[in-house]
């Protein structure tokens, strides 16, 4: 635990993942507020989310192999930088046109960012994995949660007493939002740069090699892996998503004061990954999922039905519940690909975001059809249909079993000699 907390390198890519997500966190209210002023619906508030996560996700496999063939340090400094100038803009848009443009373009940045962060955080953290990946995703979480507070105070304004209001600069708030991630991102180049930990984490051992999966997880149990990400990636991207407007409409909360419940859920959820990961280290990664998810459903219908403070109860059962289950099962998803934890992270990181964007998309379509509140409750479905699959999944000791079996045969094939 000592050596996790000194470590440099790890740490800097929890500060960058911090930055990257905080952007991700604060969308949400961004679309929110766009939509009050261009009268969007759900539903094209969703296919925004939906082309927004789409392209932060799918080019994700793709720089996790640049990633793992030629080491990736700078990916995350420019992707940050990138989407940093890019969101920023998206307060701009003058239309609802350029909007479905500049968004997903984005999301360019965040894919770049996370195959390489979250590849790097695996091997810095030796053996502990799965609590230093719970520290890397503590970042992320921690800029989701403080996402939401730092947009509805900038966009939205704050009451600070009775009769002192400290007024919001409305949209083109998103400009001085972006200014955080363009001073981050020098910095978290400057100390990757300067770790010593960096240096040997760049390229993994054998990423040349032929890419092949763990022997433990058999052909339903990757699919399994799969189901389990994706129900799990709905639930929290449309809770994120639809918690704004819900609360405005349903409860007649500010911007302001919706974007404190996203925060609350997210900060919740920060807390519930970092522990999620120190819990998986110490007992089966499968239990600490399946307990997570069964508590999961119950606190959504909470969330959405609850009054007063009982629905901040709520928020914090649900974002802890969904935020033990990520560690293990992101850990799961590297595992999958022993010796291309690029690769492994760029999967299961772009598929996560991929289906939680088409998840938006079906419960704002779900929402335009059947009611905002009827749409949210569908999700407490979710998690119980992820607790069935994990089942399916095979045992921490089997995962490190069969990845021990697939750096063996790497470093036999490695140490044979070229034959001419």
């Known amino acids: 635990m000592r050596s996790l907390l000194l470590n440099k390198y790890l740490w800097s890519l929890t500060l960058g993942h911090f930055s990257i997500d905080l952007y991700a966190g604060a969308m949400p209210v961004v679309l929110a507020a766009l939509a009050g002023s261009m009268h969007l619906s759900f539903e094209q508030v969703g296919l925004v989310s939906a082309l927004y996560t789409l392209c932060s996700s799918v080019s994700q496999p793709f720089f996790g192999y640049l990633s793992d063939r030629f ?16 969101q920023g803009a998206i307060g701009f848009v003058p239309d609802y046109q350029t909007l479905l443009v500049l ?4 999301g360019f ?8 962060g979250a590849s790097s955080a695996n091997i810095a953290s030796g053996e502990r994995k799965t609590a230093g990946m719970a520290i890397f995703l503590l970042g992320g979480n921690g800029g989701f949660a403080v996402g939401p507070l730092i947009a ?55 990423a040349g090699a ?60 920060a807390l519930g990954t970092f522990f999620g990961g120190f819990l998986s280290d110490h007992v089966d990664g499968r239990v600490v999922m399946v307990i997570s998810f069964l508590i999961s459903a119950p606190a959504t219908i909470a969330l959405f039905t609850a009054q007063g403070t009982n629905t901040y109860l709520a928020a914090v059962v649900l974002g802890i519940s969904l935020g033990s289950a990520w560690p293990p099962t992101l850990v799961l998803a590297q ?23 088409l998840g938006n998309y079906v419960t704002g379509f779900l929402a335009e059809r059947i009611g905002l509140l009827n749409s949210l409750l569908v999700l407490a479905a ?37 034959r001419s």
């Open 71 to 86: 080491g990736g340090r700078s990916f995350a400094s420019i992707g940050l930088v990138w989407m940093s100038i890019l």
């Open 335 to 357: 595992a999958l690909f022993p010796r291309h934890a690029g690769i492994g992270s760029g999967l299961a990181l772009g598929f996560v975001f991929a289906m939680g964007g």
């Open 382 to 418: 979710l998690p119980l249909l992820a607790a069935l699959f994990t089942f399916a999944l095979p045992s921490h000791k089997a995962v490190a079993r069969g990845a021990q079996i697939a750096r063996a045969g790497a470093d036999v094939v490695s140490a044979e000699p070229v």
């Open 152 to 206: 509805g105070l900038i966009i939205g304004g704050m009451a600070l007493t009775g009769s002192l209001v400290l007024p919001g600069m409305g949209t083109h708030g998103t400009a001085v939002i972006a200014i955080f991630g363009l001073l981050i991102a020098p910095v978290l180049f400057f100390i990757s740069r300067s770790s010593a930990t960096a240096a040997s984490a760049q390229r993994l051992p054998h």
């Open 103 to 106: 968004a997903p373009l984005a």
């Open 210 to 269: 032929r890419v092949s999966t763990n022997k433990a997880f058999s052909k339903f149990a990757i699919i399994a892996l799969m189901l389990v990400a994706t129900l799990r990636a709905w639930e929290q991207s449309s809770v994120s998503l639809y918690v704004p407007p819900f609360f405005m409409s349903s409860a007649a909360m500010t911007l302001a004061e919706a974007s404190r419940v996203s925060a609350l859920i997210l900060g919740s959820l």
């Open 109 to 116: 940045g965040s894919a770049a960012f996370h195959p390489q």
